[in-house]
């Protein structure tokens, strides 16, 4: 059967990709990036699904920015452009292994791509959320999710992972992860992206 990418609550990690306050001023739609992930680590905690948070090279660009709320989060610190190093390795393994990536935070082109590539050839099924990954440029945006789609990557937006996780509005948490849906994600500068294809 062919992989359809249906979201699982039980086998699903949220993986949130520096971002770090350097890189505010130069990411494309940043604050709405921020934002939706901020939301969507919301929605992990209310349904628990681990999250894991990276930083790159934090000496030289900063914290992670305290609007997305990870303050709890050991943040893991990296030079690699991939999510994917022995910490992150390890905590996978002490979470079991999960099956299941949501991807989110910057630069598209860049980290996320090679985490997804690292993902994918793990096994992992990954899923990007679109309007919660952006780069410098929004044509290394654009390019790197028609790429990562190529090799395999579901992508995906804010609102629909919250909803698919849930599944049902008789979902006991379904309450919670509604106020999180009361107001529409931002948009972020994707539907050139869209009529593009």
Do not use: W
Request: charged fraction near 20%; proline fraction near 5%.
């Amino acid at each position: 059967m062919a992989r359809i990418g249906r979201l699982s609550i039980n086998d699903s990690v949220l993986f949130l990709c520096d971002m770090q306050e350097k890189f505010r001023p130069n990411i494309f739609q940043f604050t709405n990036i921020v934002s939706n992930a901020a939301r969507l680590l919301q929605a992990s905690r209310v349904l628990g699904i681990p999250s894991i948070l990276t930083e790159q090279y934090p000496r030289g660009l900063g914290p992670t920015v305290p609007e997305l709320g990870a303050e709890d989060l050991t943040a893991h610190a990296k030079t690699s452009f991939t999510m994917m190093i022995e910490e992150v390795e390890k905590e996978l393994q002490t979470l079991g292994n999960p099956k299941q990536a949501i991807l989110c935070g910057i630069e598209a082109h860049a980290c996320i791509a090679c985490t997804t590539y690292d993902l994918l050839e793990k096994g992992m099924e990954v899923h990007i959320v679109a309007d919660a990954v952006s780069s410098r440029s929004q044509t290394d945006r654009l390019f790197a999710l028609s790429r990562l789609k190529q090799s395999g990557a579901f992508l995906t937006t804010t609102e629909a992972v919250m909803l698919q996780l849930v599944q049902d509005a008789k979902h006991p948490n379904f309450k919670q992860v509604q106020k999180l849906l009361a107001h529409p994600s931002p948009d972020t500068g994707l539907l050139a992206f869209f009529s593009s294809l």
